[in-house]
Nanobody, 125 residues
Framework: QVQLVESGGGLVQAGGSLRLSCAASGRTFSSYNMGWFRQAPDKEREFVSAISWSGDTYYADSVKGRFTISRDLAKNTVYLQIDNLKPEDTAVYYC???????????????????WGQGTQVTVSS
């Protein structure tokens, strides 16, 4: 089972950019679907983006065009590039992993058994 550590969050002004990183331990990283989720205060955790074990990418409608997910298999790391940040992007961002699985549930929070500790992103207006 992989272990995940996120980094890269911070306080930025609206319109700025951040790149979040999720470093995974384990030898079979390339066989995992990796997801990014976020949770704002008093809101449920929501899907942001995912990259399948085969490299296909998926995005929530609310972030398409501003967020880009990528991975570096050599570094066992998944990235989330966030551009044109908005105050409503303020949340704790979590990385999640699951071993392959059905693509139909790649955006489902409950489908991921492994989570990182989260990294805070705060966007000021």
């Amino acid at each position: 089972q992989v272990q995940l550590v996120e980094s890269g969050g911070g306080l930025v002004q609206a319109g700025g950019s951040l790149r979040l990183s999720c470093a995974a331990s384990g030898r079979t990283f390339s066989s995992y679907n990796m997801g990014w989720f976020r949770q704002a205060p008093d809101k449920e955790r929501e899907f942001v983006s995912a990259i399948s074990w085969s490299g296909d990418t998926y995005y929530a409608d609310s972030v398409k065009g501003r967020f880009t997910i990528s991975r570096d298999l050599a570094k066992n790391t998944v990235y989330l590039q966030i551009d044109n940040l908005k105050p409503e992007d303020t949340a704790v961002y979590y990385c999640a992993a699951r071993y392959r699985g059905r693509i139909a549930t790649i955006a489902t929070t409950g489908a991921y058994p492994t989570w990182g500790q989260g990294t805070q992103v705060t966007v000021s207006s």
